[in-house]
């Protein structure tokens, strides 16, 4: 995991965990295998809700053999992932995986909660990854839209 700085209320930059690989799951056909969600964590959606935001994102690609596609590469993402203000009860770690949409420019356009430990954390996930910026996927030489699965961890600060 590479460690980010995070800013913290009130307490300046702390270090936060980002796992730095997209998983890429455009090739994705089992809506189920992507259900599965870490320890500690609650997933967001049933299988119908993420077969149906699959199929709304990348269209025919769901089933299509998509075969021979090259992967997407992270070219750049935002240097700072927001620790979530947590009001009198104190911080706490948490762990929240999102899924995106990948345009075939390289942007982030669509950004959902596949799974959280806390709530509380997934504002400050879907604005850290919506300001991704990709080397979109090829098939047969031109770029497709995809999709990706980023888990983050929100460490705890240090004090």
Not at 43 to 59: H, I, K, N, S, V
């Amino acid at each position: 995991m590479a460690v980010l700085l995070a800013v913290v209320a009130g307490q300046g930059y702390q270090p936060v965990d980002v796992t730095p690989e997209i998983d890429p799951v455009y090739t994705e056909s089992d809506p189920d295998t992507l259900l599965v969600c870490p320890d500690g964590t609650t997933p967001r959606m049933t299988e119908d809700e993420l077969r149906r935001q699959l199929e709304a994102w990348l269209g025919d690609l769901v089933d299509q053999d998509v075969s021979g596609a090259t992967e997407v590469t992270l070219l750049e993402r935002p240097a700072e992932l927001r620790y979530p203000r947590r009001p009198l009860a104190g911080y706490k770690a948490g762990h929240v995986v999102v899924m995106m949409l990948i345009e075939n420019d390289g942007t982030v356009p669509g950004v959902l909660v596949n799974c959280s430990s806390d709530p509380l954390y997934e504002a400050s996930a879907v604005e850290f990854v919506s300001g991704y910026r990709f080397s979109p996927a090829t098939l047969h030489g031109k770029p497709i839209r995809s999709n990706g699965r980023q888990p983050i961890d929100f460490g705890l600060p240090s004090r």
